[in-house]
């Protein structure tokens, strides 16, 4: 009878047992948890995952059209893509999510380049459980220790590539802001235009923008520096407009001035190749046949000692023991070295393919692309209106006049 006050007194008395037996199995279940994770135990939620599969030994298993896809949208990042543009170049190209569907958001594109588990690693508990009552799930931000397992499977994209991900995805984030009443500030990455992340003015430092002038009828793109389009000439009195179509010429005949420097470049690579490719495995290839004579004639002088009655072989069961275990973990790291080997002439016959077509190949660029001129410029300096300097990712500078 729930209206007397005995019958309510043991309702709320088996609802706090029924509470504090749940609390009690909810830590039982966080710290096994837990204690899964410090082990290094991975659990896969293959449905959300584009680009693996559950494999037949229960590992992750590559499925090749899927991580196609995630190369792509790798690339195209680096390319200089924004998160929609790639988003929009999936569905353009009919492509899949992890769910099947054809339609890709920004944050999709986002967390496949922030997931490190396609570069062969495993970040675990990156969210928890708040209490077992609401089992409400919150982000992990330093609350609960976070475990990180490297090369726990196979990966889809190289880890230079996604390191170089990571840093232009912290890169486009933390953009210094310079102009507060313009929707195209520094502050925020354009993916449009090049230009924008790269022309700045060599007087006072500042980034130039796109503009279009309307002059007797006839529009006109030029480029202008920030600082004097927002504060006129009181802190950037000499910046110079540039028109688009002749920054563009002076860019392309400086990529070609780049470009006829290939000699040199090919030379320089052929050298360091080289000397990768001679270095690679050789000294531990001399070192394990050394020490496998070593060994061979340390046995030999045990059998010798054996048979002149110098000592009993029961004895010396535990030194021949020894020697056969060593010798086979040698004997099959050389072959693993000797077959490393083998890649690297595969390897350098391709690397001969590359540099004869480098060679004989005719460099010039003949129109301005976007994405070629992220690739290879690291930024572009107006130093005057009829002179501006590029300079290339790796430090080479080139001077070109403005026509």
């Known amino acids: 009878n729930t209206l007397t006050m005995t019958s309510e007194f043991m309702i709320a008395l088996y609802g706090s047992f029924a509470q504090a037996e749940s609390e009690s199995i909810s830590k039982n279940v966080s710290w096994g948890k837990e204690k899964a994770f410090r082990e290094g135990k991975v659990q896969f939620q293959y449905k959300y995952l584009l680009g693996y599969k559950k494999g037949a030994d229960g590992k992750p298993e590559i499925v090749p059209d899927e991580a196609e896809t995630v190369r792509l949208i790798y690339t195209l990042y680096l390319d200089g893509y924004t998160l929609l543009n790639i988003a929009d170049t999936l569905m353009a190209q009919g492509r899949r999510t992890a769910t099947s569907k054809n339609i890709w958001s920004k944050g999709e594109v986002q967390r496949i380049l922030k997931n490190e588990k396609y570069v062969g690693d495993a970040l675990l508990q990156k969210t928890f459980t708040v209490d077992c009552i609401t089992h409400k799930v919150v982000k992990n931000n330093g609350e609960r220790p976070m475990y990180l397992v490297t090369d726990h499977h196979a990966p889809i994209v190289d880890r230079d590539t996604y390191n170089r991900v990571q840093q232009e995805l912290a890169r486009r984030t933390s953009k210094r802001k310079i102009s507060d009443n313009t929707k195209t500030e520094q502050g925020k990455y354009s993916g449009k235009y090049a230009l924008s992340e ?57 990529i070609n001035n780049y470009y006829s420097c290939r000699d040199d470049i090919v030379r320089i690579l052929k050298a360091n190749i080289g000397s990768v490719l001679e270095c690679q495995g ?38 021949f023991e020894k020697l056969y275990a060593e010798e086979q973990q040698l ?73």
Not at 359 to 386: G, Q, W, Y
Request: proline residues 2%; glycine residues 6%.
């Open 198 to 254: 790269l022309l700045i003015c060599g007087h006072c430092g500042t980034p130039y923008r796109r503009r279009i002038w309307s002059r007797n009828g006839k529009m006109q793109v030029v480029w202008r520096c920030i600082s004097r389009l927002e504060h006129g000439k009181k802190y950037c009195p000499d910046s110079p407009t540039i028109k688009e179509e002749q920054l563009h010429k002076a860019i392309i005949r400086a």
């Open 331 to 403: 004997s099959e790291r050389l072959e693993n070295l000797k077959l490393q080997n083998k890649t690297s002439e595969g390897t350098q016959a391709k690397l001969d393919e590359i540099m004869d077509m480098i060679e004989h190949e005719k460099f010039e660029l003949e129109t301005f692309d976007n994405v070629l001129i992220r690739k290879l410029i690291e930024c572009i300096k107006v130093l005057s209106k009829t002179e501006i300097l590029v300079i290339f990712k790796g430090g080479y500078e080139v001077r070109t006049e403005i026509e």
């Open 282 to 319: 050789q000294e531990e290839i001399l070192a394990a046949g050394k020490r496998l004579r070593e060994i061979d004639q340390a046995r030999n002088d045990l059998v010798n000692l054996i048979a002149s009655g110098g000592c009993d072989e029961d004895k010396l069961d535990s030194e």
